[in-house]
């Protein structure tokens, strides 16, 4: 709640805390540093026409059953892996734009499109990870108006990687800057990244999350997914769909006859 001229920041360490309706017409930051927000940024930046978000198997056949096979990919993983019968998992180093030029993406995994598609009723929903942290917080910057991140977690658990994200952006947001207020979430992921964030890809190869991905093969993600600021597009959600902050693109969906 915003009080006189004090912007006010809270963080949600799990998306199990922030209800549905809580999210509605608040400005929503969702952060799936391990891997969907990383894998969503690099889809489109390497040309994706558009991720569409599914929270599960029923909505995200639904969705297919509805879009030209050509020019669609089926994303995304269970247990990390890819899900049979899929295109792509949710390794960002496989969206390569070979693969995405021009494509759609329906993308569905544990957590962070599941989050995603919780905070869809957002007046903004912005799609954060360590990969374009800088733009992330200067978008934030630029509405003068509160703020809810919401960080993906894993299976409803808290994550490390996730939080330390948040604290990073809040921080950012705080620097010199008395304007925000925050609540005991933020305050907890602004102390948590002092002590854990110093190195990121340290923090993430003991993280639960980062060891089970080294355990299944990819190692590489985490290396990748630790690159602060390698990115500068913001991935956000209108009607449905992702796509980038900056991009004017006007014809949505070719659908199946
Ligand atoms: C998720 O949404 O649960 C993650 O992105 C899982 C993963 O690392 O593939």
Known sequence: MKSGNTIHVEVHFT??????????GKNVIVIDVLRSASSILVALTNGAREIIP???????????????????????????????GFDLGNSPLSYTEEKVKGKSIVMLTTNGTAAI??????????????????????LIKSWQSDVTIVCSGQDNRFSLEDTICAGKIVAELTKDNDAFSLDD??????????????????????????KALVEIGFEEDLKFCSNIDSFNGVPVLANGVVRLNNEQQTPVLKRAS
Do not use: Q, W
Not at 130 to 136: D, E, G, P, Q
């Open 54 to 84: 599914v929270g599960d198997m029923e909505s995200a056949y639904k969705v297919f059953s509805k879009l030209t096979r050509e020019v669609t990919l089926r994303c995304g993983e269970r247990n990390g892996k890819m899900i049979e």
């Open 15 to 24: 998306p199990t805390s922030a209800g549905e309706e809580s999210l509605t």
């Open 185 to 210: 979430g933020a305050r907890a992921a602004v102390t948590l990244d002092k002590s854990f964030g110093g190195n990121i890809l340290k923090m993430m190869k003991h993280s639960d999350h980062g």
């Open 117 to 138: 598609v919780k905070a869809r009723y957002a007046n903004n929903l912005v799609v954060a990870s360590f990969l374009n942290l800088t733009s992330v917080v200067n």
